[in-house]
C-alpha cells in the first residue's frame, strides 16, 4: 500500500511536455536588455567570416516585446537592422532596414525558412513560438554533452504549415530550462539543423547562453553567435524600440 501511494504521488506531480514547454517560454530574461555580440560564419563560399551587431530587446507595457538587431560591421552588412515585434508570440511582425536600399521591408510570415543575412539562422528561430503551436511530448531523461542533467522534448506543428520544421527534439536543462540543444527536421523528416550552447553564465540572477552554435547538417555550415557584453535592465535601450 505504501509503494502505491509513493508511486501515485510521483505521478501526480510528474512534468507533462506542455508543462516543461512552458517553463521553457516563461523563463526569466528581464525587463529589457543590451548586449554586444560576434556572428561568426564556417563553411565554404563565406564572403565575410565574422560580423559584429548589437541587439537590444524590450517587454512594453500591452504584454509585447520588440527587439532590433543592428549590424555593425563588415561594410557588407553595416546598418542592416532587424526588428522584431512580438505579441506574446501570438502576431510577430518582422521588419528589415537595407541601407544599400534606403528602405525597410516587412518579412512575410510565410518567410519562415529566410536565411537572415545569409546565415544558419532562420526568420523563424529569432520568433518566439508559443507554447500552444506545437504538441509536446516529454521523453526519457538525458544528459547534456555527459555532464548537465536534462529533459528530452519532442515538438510537433500541430499546424505543419505553421512551420518550417517537421519536428524539433530539445534538450532542455533541468537547472535553467534553458534548451541546450535542438535537433530540428525538415519536412521529409530528414535531421536538418542542430542547435548547441556552447557557454552560459548566470548574470545578475539570470542565466544567459553566451556562446551558441546553429548547423546545418546538410549544407556542413554553421553560425556560431558570441556575446562580448551584455546588460539586463539597461539605460541603453529606448522606451519604444523601432527602425529609426
Known amino acids: 500500500m505504501k509503494f502505491l501511494i509513493i508511486l501515485f504521488s510521483f505521478n501526480s506531480f510528474a512534468m507533462t511536455g506542455v508543462e516543461l514547454a512552458q517553463k521553457v517560454y516563461d523563463r526569466p530574461d528581464g525587463n529589457?536588455?543590451?548586449?554586444?555580440?560576434?556572428?561568426?560564419?564556417?563553411?565554404?563560399?563565406?564572403?565575410?567570416?565574422e560580423r559584429t551587431l548589437e541587439i537590444i530587446r524590450r517587454d512594453n507595457q500591452k504584454g509585447s516585446v520588440s527587439s532590433?538587431?543592428?549590424?555593425?560591421?563588415p561594410k557588407r552588412v553595416q546598418g542592416i537592422k532587424l526588428l522584431t515585434v512580438d505579441e506574446k508570440g501570438e502576431n510577430v511582425?518582422?521588419?528589415?532596414y537595407l541601407p544599400a536600399l534606403k528602405a525597410s521591408k516587412?518579412?512575410?510570415s510565410?518567410?519562415?525558412?529566410?536565411?537572415?543575412?545569409?546565415?544558419?539562422?532562420?526568420?523563424?528561430?529569432?520568433?518566439?513560438?508559443?507554447?500552444?503551436?506545437?504538441n509536446h511530448k516529454l521523453l526519457a531523461d538525458g544528459k547534456f554533452m555527459g555532464k548537465r542533467d536534462c529533459?528530452?522534448?519532442?515538438?510537433l506543428p500541430v499546424?505543419?504549415?505553421n512551420s518550417t520544421y517537421s519536428k524539433k527534439l530539445s534538450c532542455i536543462d533541468k537547472e535553467t530550462f534553458i534548451p541546450l540543444e535542438i535537433e530540428m527536421y525538415d519536412q521529409k523528416g530528414s535531421l536538418w539543423k542542430v542547435f548547441k550552447v556552447k557557454s552560459m553564465k548566470n548574470i545578475n540572477g539570470i542565466w544567459t547562453v553566451m556562446s551558441s552554435e546553429m548547423k546545418d547538417i546538410q549544407s556542413d555550415k554553421a553560425t556560431t553567435l558570441i556575446i562580448n557584453e551584455i546588460e539586463y535592465?539597461?539605460?541603453?535601450?529606448?522606451s519604444e524600440i523601432s527602425l529609426k
Not at 125 to 132: E, K, P, Q, Y
Not at 151 to 155: D, F, T
Request: no cysteine; charged share 35%.
Open 32 to 49: 529589457s536588455s543590451w548586449s554586444s555580440v560576434v556572428m561568426k560564419l564556417e563553411g565554404k563560399g563565406r564572403e565575410d567570416k
Open 68 to 73: 532590433l538587431i543592428t549590424f555593425n560591421s
Open 93 to 96: 511582425s518582422q521588419m528589415i
Open 106 to 108: 516587412r518579412i512575410a
Open 110 to 134: 510565410s518567410s519562415k525558412d529566410g536565411r537572415f543575412v545569409g546565415s544558419e539562422i532562420f526568420y523563424e528561430d529569432l520568433r518566439d513560438r508559443v507554447v500552444s503551436y506545437d
Open 151 to 155: 529533459y528530452k522534448l519532442e515538438s
Open 159 to 161: 499546424d505543419v504549415k
Open 233 to 238: 535592465d539597461s539605460k541603453k535601450v529606448p
